[in-house]
Nanobody, 116 residues
Framework: QVRLVESGGGLVQPGGSLRLSCAAS????????MSWYRQAPGKERELVAF????????KYADSVLGRFAISRDNAKNTVYLQMNSLKPEDTAAYYC?????????WGQGTQVIVSS
């Protein structure tokens, strides 16, 4: 059974930091490209950050470049999203995504609220 379980979301003040985690199971994690997406109320889901299977290549949305960092630990089947200098516009549900040659899997999401 495939599972992607996100954690680490919560309420944080502007300028603060959070680290999201996504624990994967049920597929070969080290072969999957991993991404974080987010969806704010009334908006479409958007790609936030991407990391390839070996962790050697990353990409970021312009809106988070320089503030967020994606990483992965293939030994722990976990991908992370370190979020610094958070802004109110970063408020959204954050979703973990795994993509392989023949599949795409999604987690259930974790909520991030940036507010004073």
């Amino acid at each position: 059974q495939v599972r992607l379980v996100e954690s680490g979301g919560g309420l944080v003040q502007p300028g603060g930091s959070l680290r999201l985690s996504c624990a994967a199971s049920g597929f070969t994690f080290s072969s999957a490209a991993m991404s974080w997406y987010r969806q704010a109320p009334g908006k479409e889901r958007e790609l936030v950050a991407f990391i390839n299977s070996l962790g050697g290549s990353t990409k970021y949305a312009d809106s988070v470049l320089g503030r967020f960092a994606i990483s992965r630990d293939n030994a722990k089947n976990t991908v992370y999203l370190q979020m610094n200098s958070l802004k109110p516009e970063d408020t959204a549900a954050y979703y973990c995504n795994a993509k392989g040659t023949y599949y795409i899997y999604w987690g259930q999401g974790t909520q991030v609220i940036v507010s004073s």
